[in-house]
């Protein structure tokens, strides 16, 4: 009732300006009636008629065709100036008229109704259209909620908006525009968010002008709709990637409690049995069987040590807590200790170095390099075949880039594995056939990366090869050179 108060300033106007496009054109025809016949008169009245209908509705159409009924009547049917008609066939003629004029006006008036409606649904749909695209792909909440509150807002003209969902993880608010105290009016329209799940929250709007109704109410409806539908799959969305972490996570703990069970086994087992011989009483103490049993304890001591430092460095990887002390130092210098501890279980095979002596100071984390070095020569020596050569080179790749290749004559490794091999825990044989828990590589790449280098691994006509890059730069600067012994001059 309150928006045909509002609109009858325009509906009003409109009657004026269809009487008064009439009007005009009753004075034209009226100054041509002694050149035009009746039935051509009554032809060019529809004119108008039809004009006014079209231009400014159905209403004012019918108001002219029965104004061109009565002027056609007074102004042009003889006796002129008086509405009684005395020719049977000048009653016809007016009769013809007016019906000819009211269903011209009648379906002018459908056509443009029915125009309305199509414009009104093309409306509809490009609006739902550019919301739906707007929602497609978001997956968080917050997202969601601005884009349909925005979009309501637009679309609407609205003073305000205010939206409110629940999901089983937060409780979400948004009102736009923001910073605008909340109106102490209640809402022209409250709509649900509504799934078949049930209930996920609502939409409050606040408007100047009420809604027309029922076109734009429908239409909020479904802008409600369609938001719904985006928060509820998202949070299907968010609930599958979090069963999908704990699936991940199980299966991690799985493997690293299989893992890291079996690597314990033999050490421990290595170690009691030790303890057990040295307690019993029947080795001498200054016997050589006293010291194979304590190297035996010390041995496997430090594969324990090894097996927990591998450990603590994967979780320190995975929080991104790795940071390496990247200082100038020899790479020559980090191989060689390594080489000289790995002596003992390097007995059955050959390991050739080849680092030429003027290769630049590279900046690296010392302790870091080692453990690269240990672990790629240790992986190595596991696979190839005893008095096989294990190779390490290292040379200059471009002017900023040092490459190191630690290359072995053991099998090669199936193609759809090469990318795998860093993964953690991931093993390309039995576990029972090799030793290890799996997370070896996946260090070094951690390291390797940390220090902003690359690795990989590639099969060879030979063998197989680890390979990795390093930069040769710190911060943007060269390496230093390195100081001239006097006594090579």
């Known amino acids: 009732m309150l928006s045909r108060f509002r609109n009858t300033p325009r509906l009003v106007l409109n009657y ?89 006006s009648q379906l002018v008036g459908q056509a443009q109704s029915g125009q309305a409606a199509a414009t009104a649904r093309e409306s509809e749909a490009t609006k739902l259209y550019e919301l739906s695209t707007a929602l497609a792909g978001w997956q968080d909440d917050q997202s969601i909620a601005r884009i349909l509150a925005e979009h309501t807002l637009q679309t609407f003209q609205a003073e305000r908006v205010e939206l409110t969902a629940q999901s089983k993880i937060q409780n979400l608010k948004l009102a736009l525009p923001e910073g605008i105290a909340v109106s102490s009016r209640k809402p022209e329209l409250l709509v649900p968010l509504q799934t078949v799940r049930g209930t996920l929250g609502e939409l409050r709007l606040w408007r100047t002008q009420p809604l027309n109704q029922p076109a734009e109410e429908r239409l909020l409806h479904t802008f409600a709709s369609q938001g719904a539908m985006a928060f509820e799959r998202a949070w299907l969305t968010q609930t599958e990637t979090r069963a999908k972490v704990l699936e991940e996570s199980d ?76 200082q100038w130092n020899l790479i020559g210098e980090i191989v060689g200790g390594v080489i000289a501890r790995m002596r003992q279980a390097a007995e059955y095979h050959k390991l050739d170095v080849q680092i030429a002596e003027d290769l630049p100071l590279v900046p690296v984390d010392y302790v870091q390099m080692e453990q690269v070095f240990d672990n790629l020569i240790s992986n190595s020596l596991k696979y190839a075949p005893p008095n096989t050569t294990i190779h390490v080179t290292a040379q200059k790749q471009n002017k900023e880039t040092l490459l190191v290749k630690v290359s072995n004559q053991g099998p090669t490794v199936p193609q759809e594995h090469l990318d795998r091999i860093f993964d953690k825990f991931y093993r390309v044989t039995d576990a029972d056939r090799v030793t290890g828990t ?40 060269p390496p230093p050179h390195l100081p001239v012994d006097p006594e090579t001059i």
Request: charged share 15%.
């Open 438 to 477: 799996g997370l070896g590589l996946s260090i070094c790449k951690g390291i390797i990366e940390a220090h902003g280098g690359h690795i990989w691994a590639e099969n060879l006509p030979d063998g197989f090869a680890f390979n990795f890059t390093l930069p040769l730069t710190l911060d943007g600067t």
């Open 251 to 326: 299966r991690l703990k799985s493997a690293l409690l299989s893992s890291v069970s079996h690597e314990l086994r033999s050490p421990l087992a290595t170690i009691k049995a030790s303890i057990t011989s040295l307690r019993s009483g029947n080795v001498q103490w200054k016997s050589s069987a006293r010291e194979d049993l304590l190297a035996a304890v010390d041995d496997e001591t430090d594969h324990l040590n090894r097996l927990v430092g591998n450990l603590l460095d994967m979780s320190r990887i995975e929080s991104g807590a790795l940071k390496p002390q990247r």
């Open 16 to 104: 004026l300006l269809g009487l008064l496009t009439f009007s005009a054109a009753t004075g034209i025809l009226y100054l041509l009636r002694d050149i035009l016949d009746t039935p051509l008169i009554a032809l060019l009245f529809l004119l108008p008629v039809g004009l006014n209908t079209a231009v400014w509705g159905l209403g004012p159409g019918i108001l002219s065709a029965l104004s061109a009924f009565l002027c056609f009547n007074y102004f042009f049917i003889r006796p002129y100036y008086t509405f009684a008609v005395h020719q049977t066939s000048d009653v016809v003629v007016l009769i013809v008229f007016f019906v000819v004029a009211v269903v011209i």
